[in-house]
C-alpha cells in the first residue's frame, strides 16, 4: 500500500523566520516529525512513500539523499575501515517517491497531483507532522470492509483553552475546558479509496471541500482513538515530543518495544 505525506507546508506557527525547515523536518530526538511518521507505518509493512514536496524541498532531498544509517544503528567495520556491515538498518526497504507539488499548493490540490503514484484500491495519506500510537493495521482492516472512499482519525480536542458561557445579563454561568466537551476532531491517519479523487476538484482543499462531500454520502468513516495522539503545530508542541522522545519515553514508537510507552486509552471503532 502507497503512502502519501504532505510535507510541503510553510508550518508558519513553527517558524522563527531565520531558517526554511519544513514543519515534517523540525526534529524529535534525532530524527525528524517526516522519519518517525514513516517508521510507523512501516511497522506496519507499508514502505512505499510518496512525499508531496512544497516549501523547503531541499530539506527533505537533503536528509534521504545523504541518509547515514550508521548514526542509529550497530555496524562493523572490516578491513582497517574499508568494508561496513550494518547490524540493522532503519529504511533500506523503503521505496520514497519525491514529487513537487508546488509552493502554495491546498492539501487536496497536493494529493491530486500524485494521483498517478497512488494506483492501488486503498491508500494512506498524512499529514506528516502528527505522531500517535493508532492501532493503523486495524483501522485499515475496518476502513476496507467498510466501503467507505475515506476514513480519519477521530481524537479528543487537544487545545488547552477554556469555553465560557454566560447568560443574558453577561454573568458567567459555567468556565469549561474545550477537552470535557463531546466533541471531536480531526485527528489525520488517513486511509482513502481512489474514487476520493471523484471528490476532489482542482485547487481545492481536502477536508474543508471533499470531506463535506463525501461526509453528505456517508462514504467518510471515522476511527475513535483516545489513546496516544499528539500534532507538532507550535513550536510548544514540537519541544514538547522532542522532550518525550529525549527521555526516551516514545509513545508513538510502536516498532520499538524498548522505548515505546503506551498510555492510557484505547481506539474504538464508530
Known amino acids: 500500500m502507497k503512502v502519501v505525506l504532505f510535507c510541503g507546508g510553510y508550518g508558519m ?20 516529525l517526516l522519519w518517525n511518521v514513516m517508521r510507523t507505518y512501516a511497522h506496519y509493512g507499508h514502505t512505499e512513500f510518496v512525499l508531496c514536496m512544497g516549501y523547503g ?12 544509517e550508521t548514526y542509529t544503528n550497530d555496524f562493523v567495520l572490516h578491513e582497517g575501515g574499508t568494508k561496513l556491515e550494518l547490524l540493522s538498518s532503519d529504511i533500506s526497504t523503503w521505496t520514497i517517491t519525491f514529487v513537487h507539488t508546488g509552493l502554495d499548493t491546498p ?3 497536493r494529493l491530486r497531483r500524485v494521483r498517478e503514484h497512488v494506483d492501488q484500491d486503498v491508500f494512506a495519506a498524512n499529514y506528516a507532522d502528527v505522531l500517535t500510537d493508532a492501532p493503523l493495521d486495524v483501522v485499515e482492516e475496518h476502513f476496507r470492509a467498510s466501503g467507505a472512499v475515506g476514513s480519519l ?12 458561557e454566560s447568560g443574558e445579563d453577561d454573568y458567567v454561568t459555567s468556565v469549561r475546558s474545550v477537552a470535557s466537551l463531546d466533541v471531536r ?20 482543499d481536502l ?11 456517508r462514504r467518510l468513516l471515522a476511527w475513535h482513538h483516545d489513546g496516544f495522539w499528539k500534532p507538532a503545530d507550535t513550536v510548544k508542541e514540537r519541544s514538547e515530543l522532542d522532550a518525550l522522545a529525549r527521555r526516551h519515553v516514545r509513545p ?6 524498548a522505548h515505546a510507552a503506551p498510555l492510557a486509552g484505547t481506539g474504538h471503532r464508530s
Open 13 to 32: 506557527r513553527m517558524r522563527d523566520d531565520v531558517d526554511d525547515v519544513p514543519k515534517p523536518m523540525q526534529m524529535i530526538g534525532d530524527r525528524p
Open 57 to 68: 524541498a531541499r530539506h527533505v532531498v537533503d536528509f534521504f539523499r545523504h541518509y547515514d
Open 107 to 109: 492539501i487536496g490540490e
Open 153 to 164: 482519525l477521530s481524537v479528543p480536542p487537544q487545545a488547552a483553552f477554556h469555553m465560557v
Open 185 to 204: 476532531e480531526n485527528g489525520g491517519y488517513f486511509f482513502f479509496t481512489p474514487e476520493v479523487f471523484d471528490y476532489l476538484h482542482e485547487g481545492e
Open 207 to 217: 477536508v474543508t471541500d471533499a470531506f463535506p462531500r463525501l461526509a453528505a454520502e
Open 252 to 257: 508513538w514508537a510502536v516498532w520499538d518495544e
